[in-house]
Nanobody, 130 residues
Framework: QLEFAESGGGSVQPGGSLRLSCTAK????????MGWYHQAPGKEREGISC?????????YYEDSVKGRFTISRDNANNAIYLQMNDLRPEDSGVYYC??????????????????????WGEGTRVTVSA
């Protein structure tokens, strides 16, 4: 059973930073492309970043977070991270991680294709406000 435990969310002022963590449980995530998703209030969940399996040599960022967010992985701890800098009010919402797939690469289409997954965790909430 694939399970995910997200943490690291909180309340910050615009321009602040947060580091989100995701621990995969019930399976070894090392070879999976892993993704981060964002669900803003009143909107659908959408993929914002992913990292390819093993060494994580391939990454993808949605335009709105490119240059501000950095995804990374720690296979020894079965975890992925999302460093979020220069946060904006529109970054507010709940963040989820997901094992997107095996040998699927890493791009917006891969992220979108996984949105029907039944393995979502509870997510971690981020609030950016003055």
């Amino acid at each position: 059973q694939l399970e995910f435990a997200e943490s690291g969310g909180g309340s910050v002022q615009p321009g602040g930073s947060l580091r989100l963590s995701c621990t995969a449980k019930g399976f070894t995530s090392e070879w999976y492309t892993m993704g981060w998703y964002h669900q803003a209030p009143g909107k659908e969940r959408e993929g914002i970043s992913c990292i390819s399996g093993k060494e994580g040599s391939s990454t993808y960022y949605e335009d709105s977070v490119k240059g501000r967010f950095t995804i990374s992985r720690d296979n020894a701890n079965n975890a992925i991270y999302l460093q979020m800098n220069d946060l904006r009010p529109e970054d507010s919402g709940v963040y989820y991680c997901l094992a997107v797939g095996l040998a699927v690469g890493c791009d917006k289409y891969v992220l979108y294709g996984a949105t029907g997954s039944k393995h979502w965790g509870e997510g971690t909430r981020v609030t950016v406000s003055a």
